[in-house]
């Protein structure tokens, strides 16, 4: 069940890299045209609000302006995408902070489930605590997915021998507390989502603390920038425990998605809902950008509305590299 345990070894001790050509074998999303980034195209997904917060559909390619580094970028590719194959990850904060709260987490998270995975999408379940755990790799079967989310376990260690699946998980930390937050994103990034193709997020249910984890948090942006995975934050409050929302503001408005506080286990269905509203109602655009290098570097990009909507996108990309 812990399929993970190698690649997440090898990936906190290598320098993380774009991984984004790949397809995925055997995929049920292989019959969806894509965009990728060895035909130098830019595929962004978006999402576009009114002065209230109500998402706007039925615009047309010619309502955006797209700018990157500033610079005015041709549309070449546009389309509203509610209907394309989805992959997306479930992420779950079992530390000892979430003892409270994570029995209606997965409740409300296996209902979102049954409401938007379809045939042609994908899901996955990642918990974090002292360690990092796929509780269920991509499946399309939202049984084996609410499976997944019933194997999520407080864990905040306690006799543990440290060694990699033993315990701790696959990733052993020296000390017997903490809350791998920013290694669980980087890691369902890195290694799950970067290999898929078309529209990716994850949703993280946590309380925004982060202790122990040997990826920063601009290591778990980058790796979901790379990964062109939007991230939306479920931010739990326990009062006994408090929350952290710097952090988690500063990793989903980078990658398009959003920050949402659930001050109480009643309004975990309201937020689910929003995202399940947003993944519905997204809009495409493709681009080949004037910036035809091959650096690695990272470009600013921005999605403008020429009627003045709201637009949540992410706030760049980086370039392959030859």
Request: neutral net charge; glycine residues 10%; hydrophobic residues 35%.
């Amino acid at each position: 069940m812990r399929s993970l345990i190698v690649g997440i070894l090898a990936a906190l001790c290598a320098v993380p890299v774009t991984a984004q050509n790949s397809a995925p074998s055997g995929s049920q999303q292989d019959q969806t045209p894509v965009f990728r980034k060895n035909v130098n195209v830019v595929n962004l997904f978006f999402t576009v609000k009114g002065k209230h917060g109500a998402l706007v559909p039925g615009l047309t390619r010619d309502e955006f302006e797209v700018f990157e580094d500033g610079k005015p970028q041709t549309i070449k590719y546009f389309s509203a995408v509610s209907n394309q194959p989805l992959t997306l990850g479930i992420l779950v904060d079992s530390s000892g902070s979430m003892q409270n709260m994570l029995p209606e987490e997965k409740i409300v998270a296996g209902d979102f489930l049954r409401q938007v995975i379809t045939d042609k999408d994908l899901a996955f379940i990642i918990s974090f605590d002292i360690s990092v755990d796929l509780l269920q790799d991509l499946t399309s079967d939202v049984h084996m997915l609410r499976q997944g989310l019933e194997r999520a376990r407080i864990n905040v260690g306690g006799g543990s021998s440290g060694v990699p699946g033993i315990g701790q998980g696959p990733i052993p930390v020296s000390r017997p507390k903490g809350t791998l937050l920013y290694d669980g994103v980087y890691l369902a990034a890195d290694e799950v989502l970067s290999k898929q193709v078309g529209r990716k997020a994850m949703i993280v249910l946590t309380d925004g603390v982060d202790q122990g984890s040997r990826m920063r948090l601009r290591d778990a942006i980058e790796a979901a920038q790379k990964s062109d995975a939007i991230c939306y934050v479920l931010l739990i409050s326990d009062p006994h425990w408090g929350s952290d929302s710097h952090e988690m503001s500063q990793m989903t408005e980078q990658t398009g998605g959003r920050l949402i506080t659930v001050n109480n286990p009643d309004k975990l269905s309201k937020a689910f809902k929003e995202i399940s509203d947003e993944l519905r109602s997204q809009y495409n655009i493709g681009y080949t950008p004037t910036n035809d290098k091959h650096d690695g570097s990272f470009r600013k990009v921005e999605v403008k509305s020429k009627q003045g909507y709201k637009i949540q996108a992410r706030k760049g990309y980086y370039a392959p590299v030859d």
